[in-house]
Every structure is written in structure tokens, then in C-alpha cells.
């Protein structure tokens, strides 16, 4: 199940970017596990608007790498760092171009992560994850709104365990794994405005009835059940590895 971005470049930013949450929860988990060090060339794999290419490139040379036209023209505008568009099962890279790749939320959108993982080893020494673990994933009153929504991405999301697997297999050691806790509040006029512009890339994936549904049960009951601020909890983990 694939999922077409070039619509959502425009204000991808704007539903999911939060400069804040981007610098201190995504950026610090990828410099920490990733053990990433100032100078060194990074690949942000997957790089879509260039968020964390940007905040990392404050610091070292990153080449921010998408599939999608629309998202790296977005990227581009940011401008401190180099953008290629391309297909991750063939990274048009020399071996040991980079001393790190990033890879953040980006597994469930590729055909063959597996294969990806492989071009990873060949193209840097080490590598950084991102990721959901759909196995301890709960998604709260989003879960009442759209019922198919976790069954969806439970099919999408690779559990951890076979990404440690994909890892080793691909070339790397040394495979460190950290949950680490994501809290965000909102107004209930913000996560409506989110789901209404289709945040989560599987509201495109769900039946459209049960999107329109579920949209009209959150226009009603999140000002009801949250007049004081919607509050997203979620762990995500992290993986770090090296070749």
C-alpha cells in the first residue's frame, strides 16, 4: 500500500512540522542513538520537506534523498543542504559516501525495506531509525474514530524485531534499540485541522467512508472530551547500528 505525497507537499509542514518537537524529541533521538557527530556526511534517507535535514545541517553536511518531486522542492527552498531525488533500492551513491544515514518514519512507505537496509550497509557505516512499534501502538479516541486505522498499519509497519533482523542481515552490528516518550498538546481545533488535512498517512489508506465518519465524530466529541488540550502520548523507537 503506497501513499501519493506529491498532494501533501504544499502544507506538510504545516500539519505535521513543529520546530520545537522537531529539535528536541526527533533531532535529539537521531544525534543521540545515531551517536551523530558534528562534520560528519549524513543522508537523510526518505527526507520528504527536509525537517531534520535542516536542523542537522546547522552542524554537518547532509544530502537530504526522496522519492517525491513536490516534497524536495519544498526541501529545496530550505536551502543549506543538497537534495537528490531517486528510489532507495538504488541509492545513486558511491560506497562509504556517508558516515551516517537517517531513516525517520519511513520504513512502512517501502516496498522492500529489506533491500533498502542492504543499499544503507553499502552507502554509509552506520545508520539511525525511526520508527512505530504497531505491537504497543494505541492511538486513543483516534482508535474509536477510524476502527481500521491501526489494523492498517499494523500490515504497513515492520515490527522491531524484524527490523533488527533486516539490520543484521544487511551488514550491521551493534543494533541498539530505545523507545523513547512523545507528548504533544494541542487545541482541539489544531488536531482537527490535522486529521481534516490527512496527517497520518493512512487516513489515505482507510475506507473514505470511514474517514468521513470518523471526521465528524472527532468534530464532536474532541472540543466535548477535551475543551482544555488534546494531548498526544505515543512512544516511538529509535534503532542505531553500524557496519
Known amino acids: 500500500m503506497t501513499v501519493d505525497y506529491s498532494r501533501r507537499a504544499a502544507d506538510y509542514d504545516r500539519i505535521r512540522g513543529d520546530e520545537a518537537t522537531d529539535r528536541e524529541f526527533w533531532l535529539r533521538g537521531i544525534v543521540e542513538v545515531g551517536r551523530v557527530r558534528p562534520r560528519e556526511r549524513v543522508l537523510d534517507l526518505g527526507?520528504?520537506?527536509?525537517?531534520?535535514?535542516?536542523?542537522?545541517?546547522?552542524?554537518?553536511?547532509?544530502?537530504?534523498?526522496?522519492?517525491s518531486r513536490e516534497m524536495l522542492h519544498v526541501a529545496r527552498a530550505k536551502s543549506r543542504f543538497e537534495c537528490v531525488?531517486?528510489?532507495?533500492?538504488?541509492?545513486?551513491?558511491?560506497a562509504d559516501s556517508f558516515d551516517v544515514t537517517m531513516i525517520v518514519m519511513v520504513l512502512q512507505h517501502l516496498a522492500d525495506y529489506r533491500a533498502v537496509l542492504r543499499q544503507v550497509a553499502r552507502v554509509s557505516r552506520r545508520v539511525v531509525l525511526a520508527t512505530?512499534?504497531?505491537?504497543?501502538?494505541?492511538?486513543?479516541?483516534?482508535?474509536?474514530?477510524?476502527?481500521?486505522?491501526?489494523?492498517?498499519?499494523?500490515?504497513?509497519?515492520?515490527?522491531?524485531?524484524?527490523?533488527v533482523t533486516a539490520l543484521k542481515d544487511a551488514g550491521f552490528a551493534?543494533?541498539?534499540?530505545?523507545?523513547?516518550?512523545?507528548?504533544?498538546?494541542?487545541?482541539p481545533e489544531?488536531?482537527?485541522?490535522?486529521?481534516?488535512?490527512?496527517?497520518?498517512?493512512?487516513?489515505?489508506?482507510?475506507?473514505?467512508?470511514?474517514?468521513?465518519?470518523?471526521?465528524?465524530?472527532?468534530?464532536?466529541?474532541?472540543?466535548?472530551?477535551?475543551?482544555?488540550?488534546?494531548e498526544i502520548a505515543a512512544g516511538f523507537t529509535f534503532l542505531g547500528a553500524t557496519r
Open 132 to 163: 512505530s512499534d504497531m505491537a504497543t501502538r494505541r492511538l486513543g479516541i483516534l482508535e474509536e474514530a477510524f476502527p481500521t486505522l491501526l489494523e492498517v498499519d499494523r500490515k504497513r509497519f515492520p515490527s522491531i524485531g524484524r527490523i
Open 47 to 67: 527526507a520528504g520537506t527536509g525537517r531534520f535535514a535542516s536542523l542537522l545541517s546547522a552542524t554537518s553536511p547532509v544530502v537530504a534523498f526522496d522519492a
Open 85 to 94: 531525488l531517486g528510489d532507495g533500492h538504488r541509492l545513486p551513491f558511491r
Open 174 to 187: 551493534n543494533v541498539e534499540v530505545e523507545e523513547r516518550r512523545y507528548v504533544r498538546i494541542l487545541t
Open 190 to 230: 489544531q488536531q482537527l485541522d490535522r486529521v481534516g488535512r490527512k496527517y497520518l498517512s493512512t487516513f489515505d489508506l482507510i475506507p473514505p467512508d470511514e474517514y468521513e465518519r470518523g471526521l465528524r465524530f472527532l468534530e464532536v466529541e474532541l472540543p466535548r472530551r477535551y475543551p482544555r488540550g488534546f
